[in-house]
């Protein structure tokens, strides 16, 4: 079967298709949307006595990693512009109510309008994108062509069917996201809810099977959020948890294998290119024992460490798990234990922040790291590696980041060559890409529009070095991304704070922390395929 990527270089409206006929590449948007949301679908196959017919079938929407991706974003945003320095204020996408085939991959192709209604000549708009329904949450994703033009991506699951909303908001214009301070150029205006109604067809789908160590390799992940049989009357309890459903409460599969109910999100579960395992505490003892994880990045992973070892372990004593920490960990039962270190990256002295990668100009912090990898008989068997809320903050400019982040991939293969020289094994090391900030913080220094670039530079310097080959990418950012447009999962810059029944920053009593608990599971899985 053909691969059918999203590019670049697909023509306008390309994938727009539908099983008796296709789309003429000349019509218009406007006609295409028209034409959706009036042709009902009755997809007839002739029947023969002699004759088995096969349904037409349709890839996971995937969106390839860009070739030369930091030279190509520079190239990009200093490029002058023709267009007079024009900004944008809308798109030519109508907002008329539209029919789609489930679970074809539609291709919506639209231009930026500046405030003159002139079309504009150069991308760089950060278009957010939200597919919803009551059992559904995904980004679709957006290409910039580059030249004004962008496509959005669209794709429901077999058997996802009704009404959606497809949100497109306009966050930053041009590349104004990326500058130091970018708070005064926000522009944060949605420009459409369109009504979206998915109709089954006769199409299906590679079936979605449980991720192995190969999907790991997956630079940019476009998955989704699904949501399965949920209490209506789900509320937060004394300890600020949402234990709705029982902790045995089965996945609905493909969308994910094990205990669901553990994760408390009252149904809700991701998956990607692949679905994901969901660990009992025994699947996850038995995995982890005896080895050793090694954490670099931000407090997020303090969060994460602590609900892996709160939700999943059943460790009750995490005092110790702190930005700056080495302890090994006993299971409940006493037959396991696995040890796990964690080092903050947003400064070189663990109490400070908003210094990043530029942590490693100072030479007893890189001594510290160093230490991890030479100075013990073993070496970690994982590394988790993650970097840019802080860098976010501190550089300023995205030419001195990629310089730094060079810098960073350099320092961490020059660390793992000094592991071969010992004799031993390179742990595998995987970069969790830094999540997408939420409510307030989508203005701020740390934006989604700079973390995505701040992940796509990370992930290119550290792939060509080869630092990826045996782990792979974790993308944080596209399973946050679904829930970043309010505070009900993050307090901003953090999905995994502690369950609590208290006042929230959103004014709400309690928060949901089910997308860090799923990360736990992400993770386990990327560590368990070895």
Known sequence: MKKHSPSPSLPLLSLLSLHCCSIPSLLSPFIVLLLFSSFHFHPHYPSFSSTTITPPSSPWISVPFSQNYTSTLLSRWLTPSPCNNSLTTQISLPSTPIALPSPEITTLTFHAIDEQGKRQCLGGDYFETDLSSPSWKSRPPVVDHGNGSYSIHIQVGSGFTGEFNLTITLLFRHYLGLKHSPERFKF??????????????????????????????REVWSGRWTHHPQSRDCEVDEQGRYRCLGPDFACMQPWCHGPLGSLESNGWVYSAHCSFRIFTQESAWQCLDKKWLFFWGDSNHVDTIRNLLTFVLGVTDTEAVQRLFDRNFTSPNGLWSVRITNVFNGHWNHTRNYLGVDSLDNEEYVQLLRGYFSNEDSVPDVAMLNSGLHDGVHFRSLKRFALSAERAANFWIEVMRHVDARGKRRPRIFYRTTI???????????????MEVYNGIMVEKFQKKGLLRDGGVVDQFDMSFPWHYDNRCSDGVHYGRAPAKSLWRDGKVGHHYFVDLMLCHVLLNAICNE
């Not at 979206?196 to 390799?217: H, M, T, Y």
């Open 188 to 217: 944060r205006e949605e420009l459409r809810n369109i009504p979206v109604r998915f109709v089954q067809s006769s199409v299906v789908l590679p079936n979605l099977e449980i991720c192995k160590s190969d999907d790991f390799s």
């Open 436 to 450: 997408a900030t939420a409510g307030y913080a989508r203005d701020l220094a740390f934006n989604p529009h700079k």
